[in-house]
């Protein structure tokens, strides 16, 4: 019998609602529900009654305690070994994709570690050698793997250094800026030159995408790998930055001040929005390090939002 299917049940049973059990869980809804079927299937006999109230079965009354006094005899038996062992879990690695580091993310880690100093948190590329065990991934995730949405429907935008504006449109800039504020369209700022982030020195596949599905060929200010000094260069007026309008609004602060701020970010309507989550596959378990660090995570995100 799985464990972590008996401890998915127990979960159910706390909140009687499976949407509150699979946020506590770490885990998809639907995931949730696939296990707790095995279950069912392996004892041989339902032990909730799904209606428009959740209720325990007779057998699910006693498989309750049963699964209880199962569950607290395998963590003292962990416990035991890993102290017999010294396998205790200590370090989280975390695979960061583009766009770059998440803004959020060394604050997340700060705290973390203040609060849970036993563990130590590591980062390293998404594509890298070093297997993560949790990765932050933007966009649809992957067949086979689980998803803890940090950020949903965020959608993309343009941040633009006023002087480079008023340098590339003259005169017409307030005409274009008009018309983008009220139409959300990439195609007006089709003048504009961009900071295009790349992948093995090509386009990244995210922007590729992006520019094929609304038809845009943009002009090219400068290309990196490295985020971080795309987000520089827009800031120094060197050309338009493209991203997530979270990513975009908190990298870049306090320059986008409407008062006093030096640029502007400007939201898009034509390009689908994207998601942030925290990604593992598919049936891994979380242990209590990683279950910890996605609740400081989701204290930050909450916060700065």
Known sequence: MNFQ????????VEYRNFTKAAQSLYISQQSLSENIRRLEEEIGTPLLNRGRTLTLTPAGECFVSGGRKILNTQDKML?????????????????????????????????????????????????????????FHGGPVEKGMEAIPLITGDPYAVVVNRALARQVFGGDWGAVEAQLLEEGRLAVLQRLPFLLLCENKRLHPTLEALFQAVGFTPVEAFKSEDAGLLVSLCSTGTGGFLGPEDYCRRRFGALLNPEVGALRCYPLRDVEPTDLSVVYPKGKHLNQAEKRFVDVLRQVVAEEA
């Open 79 to 135: 416990r035991e070994i890993a102290a017999v062992s010294n396998t205790c879990r200590s370090t989280i690695v975390l695979g960061v994709q583009p766009f770059d580091m998440p803004p959020f993310l060394p604050e997340a880690i700060s705290r973390f570690t203040k609060q849970y100093p036993e563990y130590e948190v590591s980062v390293a590329p998404a594509h890298s050698t070093e297997v993560a065990d949790l990765t």
């Open 5 to 12: 299917n008996i401890e998915y049940f127990l979960a159910v």
